[in-house]
């Protein structure tokens, strides 16, 4: 199969209300552009360093997505084009990317990330993490919370990953209630190309796939 032809029945296989960010992270600038040829414009990436040397290569209408942990030291090298940060995982986190973004004059979309996982992974805020940021809004004019984004447990019980997602789903429609300049949630971001149909099922209104678009990662070099 072709990337042109995974994007294609993907398309075919979700709402016209989800948004598809192709993550291309390990994979070459030249699968990128294919993606891109066929009408792709939104990707995502993982590495800093990466995104960087995409974004550069690439044509500049592409919508560029940072899913990974992000390290605060970071967000200086992005701040100036990133489209939208996924993976805001910490109150200090979203005080530098507001801090870059007064520095190039924009404000800088941003998805909270949470915890919703069984097992023990390292990312994603807790409730009272939660808390503590919308608190801190009104200090923060050059960030925008536009929705909240989770992974679930990697694991084979479509169940808990079922359970995982429509916890998230609770927490994102009470969220929602709370209105701020720079706090209005509306996108969901769950799913990944092993559960992306189950997240919109539950509610999910953006999807990360990448090796269902681009084939499996070779980490080996
Ligand atoms: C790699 C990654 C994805 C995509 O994973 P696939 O299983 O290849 O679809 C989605 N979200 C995040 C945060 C990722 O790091």
């Known amino acids: 199969m072709s990337i042109s032809n995974n994007l294609n029945s993907i398309l075919n ?16 600038v030249s699968a990128i552009q294919e993606a891109y040829k066929f009408g792709q414009k939104h990707f995502g990436e993982n590495k800093v360093q990466e995104l960087i040397e995409k974004q550069t290569a690439l044509s500049k209408d592409i919508y560029w997505h940072l899913i990974g ?4 030291n970071k967000v200086k ?22 801090k870059e973004g007064l520095k190039n004059k ?9 915890y919703i996982a069984k097992e023990e ?47 998230l789903k609770v927490l994102f429609d009470k969220l929602k ?30 999807i990360r796939v990448g090796s269902s678009i681009f084939g499996s990662r070779d980490y080996s070099n």
């Open 121 to 167: 992974t390292k990312y994603g805020l807790d409730s009272h993490e939660l808390d503590a940021i919308i608190n801190e809004l009104d200090n923060l004019p050059f960030v925008k919370i536009y929705g909240l984004m989770g992974m679930a447990s990697n694991t084979e019980n479509a169940e808990q990953v079922r359970m995982e997602f429509r916890g």
């Open 13 to 28: 296989q979700i709402p016209s209300h989800v948004m598809l960010v192709a993550v291309s992270k390990t994979h070459p």
């Open 177 to 206: 209630l709370i209105k701020k300049e720079n706090f209005q949630l509306e996108i969901l971001s769950m799913g990944m190309s092993s559960d992306y149909l189950l997240a919109i099922e539950e509610g999910s209104n953006l």
């Open 69 to 72: 942990h992000l390290q605060s």
């Open 77 to 98: 090298y992005i701040a100036p084009f990133v489209f939208l940060i996924h993976s805001v995982d910490s109150l200090k986190l979203l005080q530098e990317i507001n």
């Open 106 to 114: 924009r404000v800088i979309n941003c998805l909270l990330q949470v």
